[in-house]
Protein backbone atom coordinates (compact mmCIF):
# COMPACT_ATOMS: atom_id res chain seq x y z
CA UNK A 1 0.00 0.00 0.00
CA UNK A 2 1.53 3.27 -1.50
CA UNK A 3 1.62 5.67 1.20
CA UNK A 4 3.15 7.78 -1.07
CA UNK A 5 2.23 7.95 -4.90
CA UNK A 6 3.14 10.00 -8.16
CA UNK A 7 0.30 9.06 -10.50
CA UNK A 8 2.46 10.73 -13.25
CA UNK A 9 5.10 8.54 -14.68
CA UNK A 10 6.33 10.87 -16.79
CA UNK A 11 5.98 13.90 -18.19
CA UNK A 12 7.37 16.06 -21.28
CA UNK A 13 7.89 20.06 -21.44
CA UNK A 14 9.09 22.57 -23.53
CA UNK A 15 12.18 24.43 -22.30
CA UNK A 16 11.06 27.47 -21.37
CA UNK A 17 7.98 26.40 -19.89
CA UNK A 18 6.70 25.63 -16.58
CA UNK A 19 7.54 22.05 -15.20
CA UNK A 20 5.20 20.84 -12.20
CA UNK A 21 4.81 17.55 -10.85
CA UNK A 22 2.81 16.27 -8.57
CA UNK A 23 2.52 13.95 -5.20
CA UNK A 24 -0.13 12.67 -2.68
CA UNK A 25 0.02 11.02 0.90
CA UNK A 26 -1.95 9.28 2.95
CA UNK A 27 -0.48 9.97 6.26
CA UNK A 28 -1.65 12.82 7.92
CA UNK A 29 1.09 12.73 10.02
CA UNK A 30 4.16 13.31 7.45
CA UNK A 31 6.50 16.49 9.23
CA UNK A 32 8.51 16.78 5.95
CA UNK A 33 8.36 16.57 2.46
CA UNK A 34 11.15 16.11 0.11
CA UNK A 35 11.89 15.72 -3.33
CA UNK A 36 14.76 14.02 -4.80
CA UNK A 37 16.03 14.32 -8.39
CA UNK A 38 17.82 11.49 -9.93
CA UNK A 39 19.78 11.36 -13.29
CA UNK A 40 20.28 8.13 -15.04
CA UNK A 41 23.27 5.31 -13.45
CA UNK A 42 23.39 7.88 -10.48
CA UNK A 43 22.20 7.72 -7.00
CA UNK A 44 18.98 10.15 -5.84
CA UNK A 45 20.41 13.87 -5.17
CA UNK A 46 18.14 15.92 -2.46
CA UNK A 47 16.59 18.61 -4.41
CA UNK A 48 14.06 21.14 -2.21
CA UNK A 49 11.87 20.20 1.03
CA UNK A 50 8.74 21.79 2.80
CA UNK A 51 7.89 21.10 6.36
CA UNK A 52 4.77 20.38 7.15
CA UNK A 53 4.14 23.78 8.78
CA UNK A 54 4.22 25.74 5.76
CA UNK A 55 2.52 25.68 2.08
CA UNK A 56 5.36 27.22 -0.06
CA UNK A 57 9.24 26.64 -0.13
CA UNK A 58 11.01 28.51 -2.88
CA UNK A 59 14.57 28.01 -4.27
CA UNK A 60 15.72 29.20 -6.99
CA UNK A 61 14.04 27.97 -10.09
CA UNK A 62 12.22 25.25 -7.88
CA UNK A 63 9.28 26.33 -5.75
CA UNK A 64 7.28 23.41 -3.41
CA UNK A 65 4.28 23.82 -2.48
CA UNK A 66 1.76 22.19 0.09
CA UNK A 67 -1.95 21.32 0.45
CA UNK A 68 -2.29 19.56 3.93
CA UNK A 69 -6.28 19.45 3.60
CA UNK A 70 -5.99 17.69 -0.07
CA UNK A 71 -2.56 15.70 1.07
CA UNK A 72 -1.32 16.74 -2.16
CA UNK A 73 2.51 18.53 -2.92
CA UNK A 74 3.58 20.17 -6.06
CA UNK A 75 6.85 20.91 -7.69
CA UNK A 76 7.26 23.79 -9.68
CA UNK A 77 10.32 24.22 -12.00
CA UNK A 78 10.37 27.52 -13.86
CA UNK A 79 12.20 27.79 -16.37
CA UNK A 80 12.94 24.34 -17.03
CA UNK A 81 16.11 23.75 -18.69
CA UNK A 82 17.30 20.40 -20.32
CA UNK A 83 19.68 20.15 -17.52
CA UNK A 84 16.06 19.37 -15.54
CA UNK A 85 15.81 16.27 -17.75
CA UNK A 86 15.67 13.44 -14.90
CA UNK A 87 13.21 11.46 -12.72
CA UNK A 88 11.95 13.26 -9.81
CA UNK A 89 11.16 11.58 -6.64
CA UNK A 90 8.76 12.82 -3.97
CA UNK A 91 9.53 11.75 -0.69
CA UNK A 92 7.90 11.72 3.37
CA UNK A 93 9.16 11.57 6.47
CA UNK A 94 7.25 9.87 9.14
CA UNK A 95 8.41 11.03 12.93
CA UNK A 96 6.66 7.79 14.22
CA UNK A 97 9.04 5.08 12.38
CA UNK A 98 11.67 7.95 11.59
CA UNK A 99 11.66 6.56 8.41
CA UNK A 100 11.36 8.71 4.46
CA UNK A 101 8.87 7.38 2.07
CA UNK A 102 9.33 7.49 -1.56
CA UNK A 103 6.77 7.54 -4.33
CA UNK A 104 7.10 5.52 -7.69
CA UNK A 105 8.53 8.73 -9.07
CA UNK A 106 7.74 10.79 -12.23
CA UNK A 107 10.47 11.15 -15.50
CA UNK A 108 10.66 14.33 -16.64
CA UNK A 109 11.83 15.47 -20.15
CA UNK A 110 12.50 18.72 -21.31
CA UNK A 111 13.07 19.40 -24.95
CA UNK A 112 14.41 22.50 -26.59
CA UNK B 1 34.16 14.05 1.30
CA UNK B 2 33.61 10.56 -1.22
CA UNK B 3 30.32 10.05 -0.56
CA UNK B 4 28.54 6.75 -0.15
CA UNK B 5 30.55 3.91 -2.13
CA UNK B 6 28.85 1.08 -3.42
CA UNK B 7 29.58 -1.80 -5.09
CA UNK B 8 29.36 -3.94 -7.37
CA UNK B 9 27.67 -1.03 -9.98
CA UNK B 10 26.35 -3.94 -11.81
CA UNK B 11 25.84 -7.91 -11.15
CA UNK B 12 24.69 -10.57 -13.25
CA UNK B 13 24.12 -13.47 -11.72
CA UNK B 14 22.11 -16.97 -12.41
CA UNK B 15 18.69 -17.65 -10.48
CA UNK B 16 19.82 -19.68 -7.17
CA UNK B 17 23.15 -17.82 -6.65
CA UNK B 18 24.05 -16.05 -3.52
CA UNK B 19 24.35 -12.46 -4.46
CA UNK B 20 26.41 -9.56 -1.97
CA UNK B 21 26.06 -5.62 -2.20
CA UNK B 22 28.52 -4.27 -0.50
CA UNK B 23 27.75 -0.22 1.19
CA UNK B 24 30.47 2.19 2.70
CA UNK B 25 28.79 4.87 4.16
CA UNK B 26 30.13 8.61 4.63
CA UNK B 27 31.96 9.07 7.47
CA UNK B 28 30.52 10.21 10.61
CA UNK B 29 27.14 9.24 9.43
CA UNK B 30 25.10 7.69 12.13
CA UNK B 31 22.33 5.58 9.99
CA UNK B 32 22.29 3.46 6.93
CA UNK B 33 19.75 2.80 5.08
CA UNK B 34 18.77 0.21 2.02
CA UNK B 35 16.75 0.72 -0.75
CA UNK B 36 15.55 -1.19 -3.32
CA UNK B 37 14.24 0.64 -6.79
CA UNK B 38 12.04 -1.02 -8.58
CA UNK B 39 9.25 0.52 -11.64
CA UNK B 40 6.36 -0.51 -10.16
CA UNK B 41 7.41 0.42 -6.57
CA UNK B 42 9.64 3.45 -6.82
CA UNK B 43 12.41 3.77 -3.93
CA UNK B 44 11.40 1.16 -1.10
CA UNK B 45 13.39 1.09 2.04
CA UNK B 46 14.56 -2.32 3.10
CA UNK B 47 16.34 -1.82 6.35
CA UNK B 48 18.22 0.63 8.39
CA UNK B 49 20.60 0.79 10.76
CA UNK B 50 21.61 3.43 13.50
CA UNK B 51 24.51 2.87 15.30
CA UNK B 52 25.52 -0.40 13.45
CA UNK B 53 22.12 -1.36 14.95
CA UNK B 54 19.83 -2.57 12.59
CA UNK B 55 15.94 -0.91 13.39
CA UNK B 56 13.82 -1.47 11.47
CA UNK B 57 13.81 -4.62 8.63
CA UNK B 58 9.95 -4.66 8.08
CA UNK B 59 10.97 -3.80 4.34
CA UNK B 60 13.09 -6.99 3.83
CA UNK B 61 11.03 -8.78 1.53
CA UNK B 62 11.68 -12.37 3.05
CA UNK B 63 14.29 -14.65 4.13
CA UNK B 64 16.54 -14.85 1.48
CA UNK B 65 17.56 -11.32 1.94
CA UNK B 66 19.92 -10.25 5.10
CA UNK B 67 21.72 -7.31 6.12
CA UNK B 68 24.60 -6.78 8.16
CA UNK B 69 26.69 -3.63 9.57
CA UNK B 70 29.92 -5.62 10.95
CA UNK B 71 31.52 -2.19 11.99
CA UNK B 72 30.46 2.19 11.06
CA UNK B 73 32.11 1.90 7.37
CA UNK B 74 30.59 -1.26 6.12
CA UNK B 75 27.22 -2.85 5.63
CA UNK B 76 26.42 -5.88 3.08
CA UNK B 77 23.17 -6.70 1.74
CA UNK B 78 23.11 -10.57 0.78
CA UNK B 79 20.03 -12.50 -1.27
CA UNK B 80 20.54 -15.87 -0.82
CA UNK B 81 19.14 -17.64 -3.05
CA UNK B 82 18.47 -15.03 -5.56
CA UNK B 83 15.64 -15.36 -8.13
CA UNK B 84 14.94 -13.30 -11.45
CA UNK B 85 12.38 -11.13 -9.73
CA UNK B 86 15.09 -10.09 -7.28
CA UNK B 87 16.11 -8.18 -10.58
CA UNK B 88 16.74 -3.98 -9.41
CA UNK B 89 18.74 -1.35 -8.65
CA UNK B 90 19.75 -1.69 -4.67
CA UNK B 91 20.94 1.54 -3.23
CA UNK B 92 22.78 2.61 0.23
CA UNK B 93 22.42 5.67 1.65
CA UNK B 94 23.46 7.48 4.86
CA UNK B 95 22.68 10.47 7.00
CA UNK B 96 23.58 11.89 10.12
CA UNK B 97 20.43 11.16 11.61
CA UNK B 98 17.37 9.15 10.89
CA UNK B 99 15.13 10.46 7.96
CA UNK B 100 13.15 12.92 9.47
CA UNK B 101 14.44 16.24 8.92
CA UNK B 102 13.59 17.62 12.30
CA UNK B 103 17.14 19.42 12.60
CA UNK B 104 17.70 19.82 8.69
CA UNK B 105 18.60 16.80 8.28
CA UNK B 106 18.82 14.77 4.49
CA UNK B 107 19.62 11.42 3.14
CA UNK B 108 22.89 10.51 0.75
CA UNK B 109 22.45 8.10 -1.63
CA UNK B 110 25.19 5.44 -3.33
CA UNK B 111 25.11 5.48 -7.23
CA UNK B 112 23.15 2.16 -6.84
CA UNK B 113 23.88 -1.64 -7.52
CA UNK B 114 22.24 -3.38 -10.72
CA UNK B 115 21.41 -6.21 -9.97
CA UNK B 116 20.52 -8.82 -12.70
CA UNK B 117 19.13 -12.48 -11.68
CA UNK B 118 18.79 -14.80 -15.23
Known amino acids: DQQVKQNSPSLSVQEGRISILNCDYT??????FLWYKKYPAEGPTFLIS?????DKNEDGRFTVFLNKSAKHLSLHIVPSQPGDSAVYFC???????????FGTGTRLQVFP | DAGVIQSPRHEVTEMGQEVTLRCKPI?????LFWYRQTMMRGLELLIY????????DSGMPEDRFSAKMPNASFSTLKIQPSEPRDSAVYFC????????????????FGEGSWLTVV
Open chain 1, 27 to 32: NSMFDY
Open chain 2, 49 to 56: FNNNVPID
Open chain 2, 27 to 31: SGHDY
Open chain 2, 93 to 108: ASSLRGGTLSSGNTIY
Open chain 1, 50 to 54: ISSIK
Open chain 1, 91 to 101: AASDPNTDKLI
